[in-house]
T-cell receptor, first 113, second 114 residues
Framework: AQSVTQPDIHITVSEGASLELRCNYS??????LFWYVQSPGQGLQLLLK??????LVQGIKGFEAEFKRSQSSFNLRKPSVHWSDAAEYFC???????????FGKGTKLSVKP | KAGVTQTPRYLIKTRGQQVTLSCSPI?????VSWYQQTPGQGLQFLFE???????NKGNFPGRFSGRQFSNSRSEMNVSTLELGDSALYLC?????????????FGPGTRLLVL
């Protein structure tokens, strides 16, 4: 079955600290992987995506993610968190011939001053 | 370019009523997908439209339906509303089909069923 697991429901980090949000997926074919961010009352904004090639992908707002096929993981990282990064983050998986995305339940990020 | 727009942004209905939500994709985008977001179930795929045809459908009852017009605008309809239909309904558009196409999301329509 196709699925995405985000083990952490809520994470709190101090401003300036590093961040890693975990994502594990289950997908039968070659996965296309995505991270989206959602601020309160807003839609989803794409942070980054991985289709193939270099397993370390860079995204907007200083985020990066690393694809590890052996671990079925696609963790999101940021070296130094800003207060404006407080939001909910969603990992998603799709396939080449598949128009829809399968989302994880999300990780809510709080940032302490 | 204007982003994906959804109308209305907020809606209150009572059980048994029906509702129609509208989505205008980014200009030039031909694929529109709909998702339901609830605190309990998270983001769940409803359906995908491309060139006025439903290409894919999620696991939702027949009360949920949709359509796409020749200008790529899409509507979704929910008949006989239930309390559990209260959710944020998100529309996403992309130039073509397939997950390799980035999906751009609208702000959503928040539906409250009383």
């Amino acid at each position: 079955a196709q699925s995405v697991t985000q083990p952490d429901i809520h994470i709190t980090v101090s401003e300036g600290a590093s961040l890693e949000l975990r994502c594990n997926y289950s997908y039968g074919a070659t996965p296309y992987l995505f991270w989206y961010v959602q601020s309160p009352g807003q839609g989803l904004q794409l942070l980054l995506k991985y289709f193939s090639g270099d397993t370390l992908v860079q995204g907007i707002k200083g985020f990066e993610a690393e694809f590890k096929r052996s671990q079925s993981s696609f963790n999101l990282r940021k070296p130094s968190v800003h207060w404006s990064d407080a939001a909910e983050y969603f990992c998603a998986v799709g396939g080449e011939s598949q128009g829809n995305l399968i989302f994880g339940k999300g990780t809510k990020l709080s940032v302490k001053p | 370019k204007a982003g994906v727009t959804q109308t209305p942004r907020y809606l209150i209905k009572t059980r048994g009523q029906q509702v129609t939500l509208s989505c205008s994709p980014i200009s030039g985008h031909r694929s529109v997908s709909w998702y339901q977001q609830t605190p309990g179930q998270g983001l769940q795929f409803l359906f995908e439209y491309f060139s006025e045809t439903q290409r894919n459908k999620g696991n939702f009852p027949g009360r949920f339906s949709g359509r796409q017009f020749s200008n790529s605008r899409s509507e979704m309809n929910v008949s006989t509303l239930e309390l559990g239909d209260s959710a944020l309904y998100l529309c996403a558009s992309s130039p073509l089909r397939g997950s390799q196409e980035t999906q751009y999301f609208g702000p959503g329509t928040r539906l409250l069923v009383l």
